[in-house]
C-alpha cells in the first residue's frame, strides 16, 4: 500500500495543467481588461472628434439649430453609441472682446460601461468639449 502512495507522491504528470489552472483565470481577466481600456480610449476619441467637428460645423453655419449641429455630432459618432450621447450648449456673448460673436461650448457625454461585469469596474462618464465661434 506504502508503495502506491509513494508512487503517486513522486508522479509530476500533471504539474503543467495545475499550475495553468492557477495562473489563466489572472491572465485571462489582465487581457480583458487591456481590451476593455483600448476600447475606452477609442470611444473617448471618437467622441472628442465628433464633438470637434460639431463645433467647427456649428462654427462655419451660424443659423444652423442645435438639432442640427446634434445630429451632425451623431453623424460622426461609431454606430451605436450615437443613442446614448447627451449634447449640451453653452453661450457665452462677448467672447474674445467682441461684441458681435458668440462663444458656444459644445459639451458631449457618454456614460461608457465596460462589457466584462464581472471584474468589477466602475462605469465611467467619457465626456469632450468644443468651442464654437459665431458672428451674430
Same mark, same amino acid.
Given at each position: 500500500m506504502w508503495a502506491k502512495f509513494s508512487r503517486i507522491r513522486f508522479d509530476r504528470c500533471g504539474n503543467a495543467a495545475l499550475e495553468f489552472a492557477f495562473v489563466a483565470p489572472v491572465f485571462i481577466a489582465l487581457l480583458l481588461g487591456a481590451v476593455e481600456l483600448g476600447r475606452m480610449f477609442y470611444v473617448r476619441q471618437c467622441l472628442e472628434y465628433a464633438t470637434q467637428q460639431a463645433a467647427r460645423y456649428y462654427s462655419?453655419?451660424?443659423?444652423?439649430?442645435?438639432?442640427?449641429? !446634434?445630429?451632425?455630432?451623431?453623424?460622426?459618432?461609431?454606430?451605436?453609441?450615437?443613442?446614448?450621447? !447627451?449634447?449640451?450648449?453653452?453661450? !457665452?456673448?462677448?467672447?474674445?472682446?467682441?461684441?458681435?460673436?458668440?462663444?458656444?461650448?459644445?459639451t458631449s457625454t457618454y456614460p461608457f460601461s465596460f462589457a466584462e461585469s464581472y471584474l468589477h469596474l466602475a462605469p465611467k462618464t467619457l465626456v469632450a468639449s468644443s468651442q464654437a465661434v459665431r458672428q451674430q
Open positions: 462655419l453655419n451660424p443659423g444652423t439649430t442645435t438639432t442640427d449641429v !446634434t445630429s451632425k455630432l451623431n453623424s460622426y459618432l461609431v454606430p451605436g453609441i450615437s443613442s446614448n450621447v !447627451t449634447v449640451s450648449y453653452a453661450d !457665452t456673448a462677448n467672447c474674445n472682446a467682441n461684441v458681435n460673436v458668440i462663444c458656444t461650448t459644445v
